[in-house]
């Protein structure tokens, strides 16, 4: 029986595994990382790409918002300019004109927040449509400045923001200069209140956190939306010499604040429409997606880092258990398979319950082959007696006894080692019967022919055909086939029923002659062979020679039986 590992060994197979092992968690983990770290990195690269993507989208939305803005401006600062060339077309020329005038205009703009009056070359207005036409009297204008640049450029000209001298709101004035014949030249002035400009402000939504301001020449705010400013107000966050019309937006810091700042400017009025925003509000949807990969990563990661516990706590119960059934089959004890989650760790498993079905099989042919050996011992033993009695019987001196004796013992020697070396399969009876016969045979082997279909024998019933074998070899020399040239001998056996039937035939020589006294090879015949195989022997002589037959039962001779036997063989065999 084996011995299980001493303390000693043990140790010595815990060292074995070196400095560098590690637990298959580690592993785990590691492998964990290899496959989370480049998908966060290849995703955060991602990131900042659809985020550099969104941020080109937002900037290409706010240059064209921006430019549909000042275009709306445009738009209406047109449509008045076209209202003041149809009025002019028919301009009052003299103060008789006046009422008619002023009630068709009055009609025209009614509830528009916009007003008409008539400014002459010494820059007086005595005719406005924001009083009642009894109440006029001339009196100066505010906006001298751009009144003398309309007379002087004899085209359209558009204020910048004004601070009205009648309303006190802030507004913007078109000028058209109209020089009639024989008549001095007269402007027709078009103000309107610069807050409803703020309409054309809100037409195009800005995205959230951006302000969008119309400043005019001067860097004064004219309308604004989205907490752009007020009317009126100074425009400071950039300067009005700076700004103009760009493709993009531009980076700006002011007052230790980055901002993304995009201006259109007009080339009808020279107004510009500033649309500005937070750097942080355009860099925020990227924080945000990042703090939520961040968030989600570390939510996967606890995630992972759970399910490698739990694998690795499956791995390591699989793997404790595989070690107790390997400390188990180390000490002799039998394993059987187990079923584990795993299937490889399974397969180990199954492979330890088949090496240790193997191993207590393999113990159990060493306990029968050990009391198989005691038992062949006492038979030999046995054997090598009777021989020494019997071949003292018939020996006249002790050379002859010696050399006799030798003969039989290495006979029963070649028997014994067939038996060892094919084991409880049992020998081969050919083998065994060439392996007999050979020292014997003469040169030419034509005279020898051994035939018969494959039989295994059991051990006594090998050492028995074996030492039967060399007894009539050892005649067939002395008296029979081999004591001269010509003799022939014919060795063959078959199955008859539950039985085999050995015929040996000698001849191409005269009769036999008997034997002076009883030897041991007619004691190995008739008793060992008749009576320990339960067979039955005849002799018979003939005219060529002589011929020798055995008939012996099958269960005598098949070697699962003398396994069975031995087995139920109790251990003081030993």
């Not at 791995?315 to 059987?336: F, N, Y």
């Not at 002790?398 to 094919?422: K, M, N, Q, W, Y």
Request: charged share 20%; hydrophobic share 45%.
């Amino acid at each position: 029986m084996a011995d299980g590992p001493g303390p000693a060994e043990t140790s010595a197979i815990v060292r074995r595994r070196g400095p560098t092992a590690r637990p298959i968690a580690v592993y785990l983990f590691v492998l964990a990382l290899v496959a989370l770290v480049p998908a966060f990195v290849f995703s955060a690269i991602l990131l900042q790409r659809n985020n550099e993507a969104q941020e080109r989208v937002v900037e290409t939305l706010i240059t064209g918002n921006s430019r549909s803005i000042i275009q709306a401006v445009d738009r209406e600062i047109n449509a008045n300019i076209t209202t003041l060339r149809v009025l002019a077309t028919t301009p009052p020329l003299n103060p008789a004109e006046y009422p008619e005038f002023h009630a068709r205009v009055s009609v025209a703009l009614e509830n528009t927040g916009s007003f008409v009056y008539l400014i002459h070359p010494d820059l007086t207005s005595d005719l406005s449509t924001r009083v009642p036409i009894s109440e006029q009297v001339t009196t100066p204008i505010g906006d001298t400045e751009t009144a003398q640049r309309a007379f002087d450029r004899r085209d359209v000209t558009v204020s910048d923001a004004v601070l009205g001298r009648l309303s006190k709101q802030w507004v913007v004035n078109i000028l058209q200069p109209i020089f009639p014949a024989n008549h001095p030249p007269l402007i027709l002035g078009f103000s309107r209140t610069a807050s409803q400009l703020s309409m054309a402000l809100l037409a195009s939504r800005m995205p959230e956190g951006w302000h969008v301001a119309l400043v005019d020449r001067k860097g004064v705010i004219i309308a604004a939306a989205d907490q752009g400013g007020s009317t009126g107000d100074t425009f400071n966050l950039i300067p009005v010499a700076d700004l103009g019309t760009t493709g993009g937006w531009r980076a700006l810091t002011v007052e230790g604040t980055d901002y993304l700042v995009v201006s259109q400017r007009s080339t009808l009025t020279g107004w510009s429409l500033v649309a500005w925003a937070d750097r942080d509000v355009v860099a925020k949807p990227l924080a945000d997606a990042f703090w939520s990969l961040l968030a989600g990563g570390v939510l996967l990661a606890a995630l992972v880092v759970l399910v490698v516990y739990g694998v690795s706590l499956q791995i390591g119960r699989s793997v404790h258990g595989l070690e107790a059934d390997a400390k188990r089959l180390g000490a002799g004890q039998p394993v059987e398979a187990r079923h584990f989650p795993i299937e490889e760790i399974e397969t180990v498993s199954a492979a330890l319950g088949d090496a240790s079905r193997r191993r207590q099989a393999a113990e159990t042919e060493v306990r029968f082959l050990m009391r198989e050996l005691a038992h062949r011992s006492k038979n030999q033993m046995t054997v090598i007696a009777a021989m020494a009695k019997q071949t003292a019987r018939g020996a006249d001196s002790v050379p002859e006894f010696v050399s006799s004796f030798e003969r039989r013992i290495f006979g029963l020697a070649r028997s014994t080692d067939l038996l060892l070396a094919h084991g409880v399969a049992g020998v081969d009876l050919k083998e065994l019967l060439v392996s007999q016969i050979d020292p014997f045979c003469p040169v030419d082997g034509e005279r020898v022919v051994v035939d018969g279909p494959p039989l295994r024998l059991n051990a006594q019933a090998g050492q028995i055909l074996g030492m039967a074998a060399h007894e009539l070899a050892t005649n067939a020399v002395k008296y029979g086939a081999f004591a001269k040239e010509g003799g022939r001998l014919e060795l063959t056996w078959e199955r008859v029923g539950d039985a085999v039937s050995f015929r040996w035939h000698e001849s191409g020589n005269a009769p036999a002659e008997a034997a002076p006294r009883r030897g041991f090879g007619t004691t190995v015949l008739e008793n060992m062979v008749g009576r320990s195989l339960n067979g039955e022997v005849k002799r018979e002589v003939h005219t060529q020679g002589i011929e020798w037959r055995f008939t012996i039962p099958l269960s005598s001779l098949d070697p699962s039986d003398t396994l069975n036997s031995a087995a139920e063989k109790p251990e003081t065999d030993k």
